[in-house]
Structure formats: structure tokens, C-alpha cells
């Protein structure tokens, strides 16, 4: 939840292990100590969507960890996040938006040694939407004071043998019936497609089609819907600039129309049964969905300009859930 | 493989790495229905990559990924479990 700078503060000298999401000068005025964070003023609260620059919203680690250890991974580096993951347990990230770690990520997570069989879970920090090119997304780290805009930041936080990490993610868009769109390349823009196996340009297809541009490409990864979500069309030059990467050979559809955006929003939410132990959603819906001042239900967090349950997702609420799976077997078994 | 508790409880143990279903489960040839996100991501992109290198070498590659994923999710899988255990039955 979201908390003062002085109460944000005392907790790190308390000694607790914590996540953080605030501005750059709410967290650059916290002391060294067992954090990360990263940059964004937009949160989502018990009483509703906020902005705010003063406050700083916080996730402490669950009083079962076993160990919680920060560190910070450049671009080489990267690729062994889940070799050094703890056994049972979860790895947390933050990215800043658009330095190469970001791109290197969303490109190349999937293929990552370990990855999903060891959860990562995070987001990518941004700025004020009003200083998008004017401010660079940070990231922290706590315990050596550090404020960084080319790396990112982990905290691998390890699990006693009971506890089980699971992630999930809510997202208010599915697959469309339409056109079945592939792309030659992997990559954050596109200029040449295929449309139903015949070639054509992304961004004169989309303008043809005049598209609104708040509802994604989405593929169906064996159930689980994944986005990606469409940042510009540049019909003049033939390029489309996306949020996340499409990927060559996977099958994408124009997610289907939502008639009313931030009812299907209020709907999907509402319908979340469990309290998770974090969660965080994209600007976008915060954005399209008028998430100021309405209420998640029990989905409070960062609002964040890229999701990571395993792999970077857009438009899309990502929740960590800490399972007692003996207290389940038990049951079962009775 | 054991199936040590009844058909309505819990299914207790994955099918050893050398079980083909694993090969199937990877390729694609044998579908799979799940909710859990860790599982979801990693068929589809094992799919993926299988389709763009079908080779042996490959197909191990993926098995013993998937086999490494699907042993760390085990305490939370369920359905996906049966139906692993019945397309091994099945044969």
C-alpha cells in the first residue's frame, strides 16, 4: 500500500526487505537498505487509481521468506537470473522502460536457462505520461544506494520448503475472429506482415482497417492470452512501434472489440477472488480504462509500463500468490 | 509412473523423462488444458521452437526443460496431471 517517505523510511530501518514503486525523488530520498524499486507515479490503491508523487507504494517481502538478496543485472548478466534463483522461492525485477535490458528481456526471456520453472515476476518502471521522452525510467538499489537507468534490479527472494510461489495473470482482452497476422521478424516494430499467408504491410493494413489502437495483437500461448499492445502507426513509412516484441512464427489476431473498456475492466476485476502478495497493471488500462480513482478490488500495485509474470506481457494485471501447498495436501488428504 | 491415490484425489508423480509423452507433450502432438501461467508459456514456446528445429538433439533439449518445469509446478498441478497420467495410460 501506499505509504509516506518517513514511513517508507522507518521500515528500512527497521530492517525489513521491501519492493517499492514511487517517483524518482520520492525514492532518492530513502536510505540505504534491503530494497529495490523503480520509477512510476501511478499506483492502484484500496480507495482506487492515484497519482502521486510524494507517496511511495510498498510490498514487503512475506515474513516466511527464508532470504531475500538484491542485485543488480547489467545486459550480460541478464540471461542467468534463473540459474541464480533460489530453489523454491521467486525472483522479483524491475526494468526501466526502453534501455537495451528492457528490449534484451522481452526478446530474449523466454529462452533464458530455467525460466518457468522458476518464477520471475516484476514490472518496467516508467515516468509521468507527461514526461515520456523528457525523463528516463529509474530503477534502485537499496542496498548500496544506487540509482540506475541501463540495468535492472532483482531481488531473489528464497521460500521454506511449504510455500509455493505461483503467478497469474487477468487480462480483459481475448483472441479475435478476424485475420491471422504473422510477422518475418522479432522485433519492437514492423513493417512487413502476413495477412491470412498473404504479404502485406502492418501499418497499411491497420490504417485500412482504421483500428483503435487501444485494443492489442494477441496470441493464445497454449490458453493464457498474451498481448501485444500497439504504440504507433506510422502509415506514411510503413511502421508499426509495439510495447512488447512480436514474435516470428507465432499466429496473432486483433484482440476482439471490448464494446465498453472499462466495464470488461470493473467486471474481470471484481471477479478476483485471492488477495495476492503483489500485483501491478499496465498504464494502458490504467489510461483507457479510467482507472483514476476506481477501485481493483483486492489488485493493488504499481501501474507499470510493462508486466513480467515469466515473460514481458502488456495490458495485462500480473499477481504473485504464496501457496501453502502442505496445508493443501493436508486437506486433500482429510 | 505412480498413481498412488484414487482416481478422484490428487495424482502424486510425473511420468519418468523417457515416457513419450513428454516428446508428444512438447511437440504439440499431444494437447494439454491448463490455468497455470509456468506451464501455458513454456508448451507454447517449446512448440515454438520445436517447430522451427524438429532434430532429436532438439527434442531433448525440450523434454528436459519441460520435464525440469513441470517437476517444480508439481505441488500445484492437478488436472494437468491427469491428463498426463491418461494419455499414458492410453497407450
Aim: hydrophobic content about 40%; overall charge neutral; glycine content about 6%.
Amino acid at each position: 500500500m501506499l505509504h509516506s517517505i518517513a514511513e517508507v523510511h522507518d521500515k528500512i530501518a527497521a530492517g525489513a526487505s521491501l519492493l517499492l514503486a514511487g517517483s524518482e525523488e520520492a525514492l532518492s530520498q530513502l536510505p540505504r537498505g534491503n530494497w529495490i524499486g523503480g520509477t512510476i507515479p501511478y499506483f492502484m490503491e484500496r480507495n482506487g487509481g492515484v497519482c502521486s508523487e510524494s507517496q511511495v507504494f510498498v510490498t514487503e517481502i512475506p515474513q516466511e521468506a527464508v532470504k531475500a538478496h538484491a542485485r543488480e543485472y547489467t545486459l550480460q548478466d541478464l540471461p542467468s537470473i534463473c540459474k541464480d534463483a533460489p530453489e523454491n522461492g521467486f525472483s522479483f525485477i524491475i526494468i526501466p522502460a526502453g534501455c537495451s535490458v528492457h528490449s534484451a528481456y522481452a526478446e530474449d526471456a523466454p529462452s533464458y536457462e530455467g525460466m518457468f520453472s522458476k518464477p520471475v515476476v516484476g514490472w518496467v518502471s516508467g515516468v509521468h505520461i507527461s514526461q515520456v521522452d523528457k525523463r528516463r525510467p529509474k530503477v534502485f538499489l537499496g542496498p548500496v544506494g544506487k540509482t540506475l537507468s541501463e540495468s535492472a534490479v532483482v531481488m531473489h527472494v528464497a521460500l521454506p520448503r511449504c510455500k509455493f510461489a505461483q503467478l497469474d495473470i487477468i487480462n480483459v482482452f481475448e483472441p479475435g475472429a478476424g485475420d491471422v497476422i504473422t510477422f518475418p521478424a522479432s522485433g519492437f516494430s514492423a513493417c512487413r506482415c502476413s495477412v491470412n499467408g498473404k504479404p502485406a504491410n502492418f501499418a497499411h493494413y491497420i490504417s485500412d482497417l482504421r483500428h483503435d489502437l487501444r485494443i492489442p495483437l494477441t496470441a493464445d500461448y497454449n490458453g493464457s492470452f498474451v498481448n501485444v499492445s500497439l504504440q504507433s502507426v506510422d502509415a506514411a513509412n510503413g511502421i508499426v512501434k509495439f510495447y512488447a516484441p512480436v514474435f516470428s512464427g507465432v499466429e496473432y489476431t486483433l484482440a476482439k472489440p471490448i464494446a465498453d473498456y472499462v466495464a470488461a475492466f470493473e467486471s474481470t476485476v471484481r471477479n478476483h477472488p485471492v488477495e495476492p502478495v503483489f500485483s501491478c497493471n499496465c498504464v494502458l488500462n490504467y489510461l483507457h480504462a479510467g482507472l483514476e480513482g476506481r477501485r481493483t478490488g483486492k489488485l493493488t500495485g504499481p501501474v507499470t509500463f510493462g508486466e513480467i509474470a515469466h515473460q514481458l506481457l502488456n495490458q495485462t494485471i500480473v499477481s504473485l500468490l504464496i501457496r501453502d501447498v502442505c496445508q493443501e495436501e493436508r486437506r486433500a488428504e482429510h | 509412473m505412480q498413481s498412488t491415490k484414487s482416481p478422484d484425489s490428487k495424482v502424486t508423480a510425473l511420468p519418468p523423462i523417457t515416457d513419450p509423452v513428454w516428446g508428444r507433450l512438447v511437440s504439440g502432438e499431444k494437447e494439454l488444458t491448463s490455468s497455470n501461467i509456468a506451464i501455458n508459456l513454456l508448451l507454447f514456446n517449446s512448440r515454438l521452437r520445436y517447430k522451427k528445429d524438429p532434430s532429436r538433439s532438439n527434442l531433448s533439449i525440450l523434454i528436459l526443460h519441460a520435464y525440469e518445469v513441470f517437476k517444480k509446478q508439481e505441488p500445484i498441478l492437478d488436472d494437468e496431471l491427469k491428463q498426463i497420467a491418461s494419455a499414458v495410460c492410453a497407450r
